[in-house]
């Protein structure tokens, strides 16, 4: 999907990604010295320079949020406000290829990384910490427009790249020689962004939607397969084992 898609690029991360996730949550569960064997999967994850890294600190938010409420702890309002904030920073900074770009730029006051995606996904795990540890934030995101807004935004994030390099495109060098750079880019951004959002809108409720009917329904089957596989082993165990 990838050669025609290039956002599709990312569909491989999120199949092994979402495997290792709940291949860790099945193997290691809530024993006590899970943080010991995610810490060095971030290492890991992190030198060899692998987004993987993410999913692996996605659930490192997930054990601090069990930490805070097992314990009962008060998060003051500035924590989450505060990462929020440097995860949006850090989460803008620019893609560089080498250290000289670096030093040009407001974040040369970071350590220039070769992995430099990596702070892109530390100011995601921020972002998504601060939403964790705040009831007021996590109210805003439960908001009517946000649901409606999250509903399409898989559609959007699929469908964006085909309108740019096509209709945007389109109209773009129709109108470049006329009006120049400026006037081309700003009515092509403007033409595409409502066309995005309405072919995002029909896929979600005519491709999506059903999709996640379909995943659910398979589901459910395959549940009901596997209690009834289970049920007859056990009574097949119980009558080629009785009990003596």
Not at 17 to 40: K, N
Not at 87 to 93: A, D, F, K, T
Not at 142 to 157: A, Q, R, T
Request: charged share 15%; glycine share 8%; with cysteine.
């Amino acid at each position: 999907g990838g050669i025609y898609n290039q956002p599709l690029w990312m569909m491989s991360v999120e199949l092994s990604g979402s495997m290792l996730t709940f291949a860790y949550l099945f193997l290691v569960g809530d024993r006590r010295w899970r943080l010991a064997v995610l810490l060095p999967v971030i290492v890991f994850f992190w030198t060899t320079q692998t987004y993987h890294v993410g999913f692996a600190l996605g659930i490192l938010c997930g054990e601090i949020l069990k930490i805070v409420t097992d314990r009962n702890l008060k998060i003051n309002w500035m924590i989450p406000f505060i990462l929020f904030l440097l995860g949006w920073m850090i989460g803008s900074y620019p893609l560089v290829s080498n250290e000289t770009l670096h030093n040009n730029t407001i974040f040369s006051l970071l350590p220039f990384i070769q992995f430099f995606q990596g702070y892109h996904v530390i100011g995601g795990a921020m972002i998504l910490l601060a939403a964790t540890l705040s009831p007021w934030f996590q109210s805003k995101l439960n908001e009517d427009w946000l649901g409606s807004l999250g509903h399409i935004s898989y559609s959007i994030f699929t469908l964006h790249f085909l309108v740019l390099g096509s209709f945007s495109s389109f109209v773009y060098l129709a109108l470049y020689e006329k009006m120049g750079h400026h006037g081309a880019a700003w009515i092509s951004i403007g033409l595409s962004i409502p066309l995005i959002f309405l072919l995002a809108k029909f896929a979600a409720r005519f491709v999506d939607d059903n999709i996640s009917r379909l995943a659910d329904w398979i589901g459910k089957k395959g549940e009901r397969f596997f209690a009834s596989f289970a049920t007859r082993a056990r009574a097949w165990k119980r009558s080629s084992y009785p009990e003596q």
